[in-house]
């Protein structure tokens, strides 16, 4: 249970005034905010299996994965907290993926937050119910039994970067920009069973340009987030906000999740590949784009766009100069570095075939 916070005489809350929240999702900076304000209790968080099952033989990067793996088990207090600290002094030398979360993991062991599965759903509702929780707020693509969603007092929240009803479904955000929509919004929807399309609590739109990338769109919703998330969870709570229904008008879905991972270089445009294959992982750990070479999958951790020299190939065929990869699609060429944007045994083969074409 997070404490509550140090506060004036004239502005302090009692501990049953604050409404007690479970997260679930993979944006720290979500629940970063959700602990800044003070008249929410951030009792429990939903585990990132990513953090228990990634394979890493970097020592600063196991040790992340045992610092989560003590708070998931909520023992052993003062050995989290020595581990934690040495995380502080050396989490410099971590790769980006988890130096990403440093600042959620060192809030969570400061709080003491206790970290449930909620694979099981059975035990997350015996739990949402024992401890009372108000509100879930959700920012994931997680699809949770209906039974769930609806034990807390006040429901559950879900967070979605689109203009609901427009683009229903997961990564809208590659959607607009594919689509090259003028604007997209941030949604705060009460979660039911039937996916996006729960009433709405807020809606704040922002502006979509030619110069917008995955990147800029990430730093317009979260500069959304810090302003109004709070304001708006805590409207509806005390009622000055109701919740209103999404209606059907220019509803749209987004593509298969897993399936639009896959890069097709004949027919994606550079800015489509470079877009999906940075933000996948930003959105969630470990989930990167993939293409196959000789029946091998290939994934990639992050790349960028090379305008000049594109015309030195065709769609799907690759080349290496000094440690990058330049690949080809529809239009122009994209790149990563190898040894850091894709893995040991990967970046050996292409060092070694130099040139070669994706299927």
Known sequence: MTPCLPC???????????????YIGYHAETLLLLYKERSFEVVTIGRIQEFLSDRTVNPINLLFKAIYALRCRNKYRTLESLL???WTITSGLSTSYYRRYSDYLKAISKHNTVIINIDNSQQTADYLKSERIDLMVVCAWEILPAEMIAIPKYGTVNIHPSKLPQYRGALPTLWSLKNRDSESAVTYQLMKEA???GDIIGQHTFSITEADDWKSIEIKIDNILQATLAADLKGYIDGRIMPVPQGELNRSTTGRYDEYRKIDWVNEDGASVYNKVNLYPEIVPADYCYTFFNGRKIM???????KEGSSLAT???FWVKGLTLFVKTKDVSVAGRLFSELNLNDSILFLLRRKGEFR
């Open 195 to 197: 996916m996006d399309s």
């Open 315 to 317: 769609a799907g065929q």
């Open 8 to 22: 004036s005489d004239d502005t302090s809350l009692s501990m049953n005034s604050r409404t007690r929240v479970i």
């Open 300 to 306: 990639f951790q992050s790349m960028s766009i090379i």
């Open 84 to 86: 934690l600290r040495l």
